[in-house]
Structure formats: structure tokens, C-alpha cells
């Protein structure tokens, strides 16, 4: 469709201008957040013409920048871009192989795929947070297209658009399902901290707002890229076979396990242990050796928490059915590790034994095996009395 065809030439380019910016300037991200620095985001804010926030001043970070967080997101999540670590200049992304593919998908397969991520995982990551999202789409199912939407909180929030940080709003811009009217640089409002004026329906969310119209509600609780791709390829009258296997065989990013050992520190208070374990064993398996490192007696829950803000993952016990990523389903290979990176493991929800792991080495030959060793300090007690 020609409508949705201009607004993806329009995407590709400002997703361009993300990656060339992280390409140029060999972008160091932080070593505590794996984020884009402050000043980074700043500069890169610059460049955008879709959706430009209106800061003054570096002092944001990565947070309160939706169109580079969510960029972000989707490079690293897709593995286009992959965190290394670069001896002498700390953490900074590099473009993998699975860019190269991206790059030779048609605009509306990057379009429509980039949709299918935002409206799966990444909104599912902002809706604990986030509660504009549901108003936004009721706003637009009342308006026609060019006209601006109506407040969704029917003034219970004062200046909804402006006095809090909606990425909500940006992702609907992103896509040029709204449009943003700022407000002028010289007009000063301290109630409107964000700068935005009004909000706009296109013509692009007129025709796309159907999305929400024929679904059923429980839809809209069950988001993920699997069941959301062939309803966006629907309304943007992109639905043919040989698209949704290409993209879905994209998403799937299959990654080869049993070609790395990887040596991981693991901390507790003053112990240290390390276990050398093939790339093949699953989180499952590296709990049960953590388990056994500590002489615990592996009889609650847990979970591994592998990143920061809209990044982040937790990988649940198998037990704990109702989350999304389960530990025993996730080879150590598919989680994009590198050498010196830091994740935390959770034992016991009430108790809540925390374990720091780095990985120290990854080694290009394979084991079979594992192994653990005692480097420092004496297990912990995992009671404090005898039951």
C-alpha cells in the first residue's frame, strides 16, 4: 500500500541514522546500564526529523529517549547489532552479519517487522510502566484522520501530553500513525516539561487503527511478534506467504550451540567460584550448578536477570508457569554474551540469595563437560538455624 510505503522510507531512514551515528563515532555505552551514554543520545536526538525531543541540554538519558531506546531494543534484541567488548575502549555495539540481511529486506518487511517488535516485546516491556497506550488508540478511534486527538484522561491528569514522559506517544510517531506539534522554542511552560503542543491522527493511524478494531480483547493481553505479525501484514495489505516465513524465520534468530566454552565467575558476599561450562547447557543447568558450587539444597525458586531498563530479561524457574522466558529453554549460546559482561542470579524469593556472575572467558573450542572450581571464601550458610 502506498500510504504505509512512505511512512517506511521515512523509518528506514531515521533507523539509518542510528546506525550510521553508532557506526562513526564508535559509541561507548555504559558499563553498568550497557546504555548509550548521555551525550551520545543527545547528539543523536539531533538528527532525527520523524520524532525530535525538544531537550535543551545532555543531561537525559537513554530512558527518555523512546526512538534510540527503541532502535536500540530491536538491533540487540534481533542481534543486528551485537555488545562487544573492546580492549582499551570499554563496551560499544558492532553491526553482525544479521544487519546485512535486515538491510536487503524490502522497506515495508523492515516496516512492518519493526511494528510486529514494538507492538510484541518491546511494548510489553513499558506496559508495567506506561498507561497511555490504551488511550492513545481510544483517542484515535474517535478521530478522523488530520485531526487532533482528544485527552484520554478527560483532564484527570493535567497537560497529558507534555507533563510526563509518554514513550507512547513517540512509538505512534515513530510509526506516523500521529504526528507531534511542539510547542515553539520561545514559549515557556513549566506544567509542559516535554514540550509537546498537540497530537495529531495521520492517515496512516486512520487506516491502522482497524488493528485494534477487529481484534478480540484477549489479543491485546497476549502481544508477542509470533501472533501480531501476519494482523500488521493484514492491514497494511502486505499478506503474502513467502513475507511472513521470511520475517518469522528472521525473528526466530537461530543460534548455533556447542561451538564456545564459557568461564563464569560467580559471587556471593566473600565467595567465589568458577565454572567452566559448554555454550550448549541451558540456564536451568547453570542454576543447578550454582546450586551445587554453594552446597544449597535447591529447593525454591529463581531467576537470571540479564540486562538493564527496557533490555532487561528475567529468566524464570520452569516452575514459575505464568512468565514469559523460562530458564531451561535458553542455551547459554543464544544469550549474546561477552567477555567481562555482568548479570545477576536470584535464588529464593523470600531469602533472596543474590549471586553477581561475569563472564571471564569465552573460549572458541567446546566441552561436553563442566566444571567447577573453589576460588575464594567459604559457602555460605543457607539457613541461618536448624529447622
Given at each position: 500500500m502506498e500510504l504505509f510505503q512512505n511512512a517506511a522510507e521515512k523509518l528506514k531512514k531515521e533507523y539509518q541514522v542510528f546506525l550510521d551515528h553508532l557506526d562513526l563515532n564508535e559509541v561507548q555505552l555504559s558499563e553498568r546500564t550497557e546504555h548509550?551514554?548521555?551525550?551520545?543520545c543527545f547528539a543523536l536526538n539531533s538528527q532525527f526529523n520523524i520524532v525530535c525531543e525538544k531537550y535543551l541540554t545532555s543531561g537525559r538519558t537513554q530512558d527518555y529517549y523512546t526512538v534510540i531506546d527503541f532502535f536500540y531494543f530491536f538491533s540487540v534484541r534481533t542481534d543486528i547489532l551485537q555488545i562487544v567488548k573492546v580492549k582499551g575502549k570499554g563496551l560499544t555495539v558492532q553491526k553482525s552479519q544479521r544487519y546485512y540481511v535486515f538491510s536487503q529486506m524490502s522497506v515495508m518487511e523492515q516496516y512492518i517487522f519493526m511494528m510486529a517488535v514494538w507492538l510484541g516485546?518491546?511494548?510489553h516491556v513499558l506496559n508495567d510502566r506506561h498507561l497511555?497506550?490504551?488511550?492513545?488508540?481510544?483517542s484515535m478511534k474517535e478521530a478522523k484522520a488530520g485531526a487532533s486527538l482528544s485527552d484520554p484522561y478527560e483532564g484527570r491528569v493535567t497537560a497529558p501530553w507534555g507533563s510526563y514522559?509518554?514513550?507512547e506517544i513517540r512509538l505512534f510517531a515513530l510509526f506516523q500513525l500521529i504526528t507531534i506539534e511542539w510547542l515553539e522554542e520561545t514559549i515557556e511552560d513549566k506544567e509542559n516539561k516535554f514540550r509537546i503542543k498537540e497530537l495529531y491522527l495521520t492517515s496512516e493511524g486512520y487506516f491502522w487503527r482497524k488493528l485494534?478494531?477487529?481484534q478480540k480483547k484477549?489479543?491485546?493481553?497476549?502481544?508477542d511478534v509470533d501472533s501480531i505479525l501476519p494482523v500488521i501484514m493484514e492491514i497494511t495489505e502486505e499478506a503474502t506467504d513467502d513475507m511472513e516465513m521470511k520475517l518469522m524465520h528472521f525473528w526466530a534468530n537461530p543460534v548455533e550451540a556447542g561451538l564456545h566454552t564459557i568461564m563464569l565467575k560467580v559471587v556471593v558476599g566473600s565467595c567465589i567460584r568458577r565454572i567452566k561450562i559448554g555454550d550448549q547447557f541451558t540456564l536451568d543447568d547453570l542454576h543447578y550448578l550454582i546450586q551445587e558450587s554453594?552446597?544449597?539444597?535447591?529447593?525454591?525458586?529463581y531467576f537470571f536477570q540479564i540486562g538493564s531498563g527496557t533490555s532487561m530479561k528475567r529468566y524464570f524457574a520452569p516452575e514459575c508457569e505464568d512468565e514469559p522466558w523460562a530458564a531451561d529453554t535458553i542455551p547459554l549460546a543464544e544469550l549474546s554474551l561477552y567477555e567481562g559482561m555482568r548479570f545477576e542470579y536470584l535464588f529464593d524469593f523470600g531469602d533472596k540469595w543474590r549471586f553477581q556472575i561475569t563472564v571471564e572467558q569465552i573460549l572458541p573450542e567446546h566441552t561436553q563437560e563442566w566444571e567447577i572450581s573453589r576460588v575464594k571464601g567459604e559457602a555460605p550458610e543457607q539457613y541461618e538455624y536448624d529447622w
Open positions: 548509550i551514554g548521555k551525550k551520545d516485546e518491546y511494548q497511555l497506550y490504551r488511550g492513545l488508540l481510544a514522559y509518554f514513550p485494534y478494531e477487529k484477549p489479543f491485546w493481553y497476549i502481544l554453594v552446597a544449597f539444597d535447591m529447593d525454591h525458586l
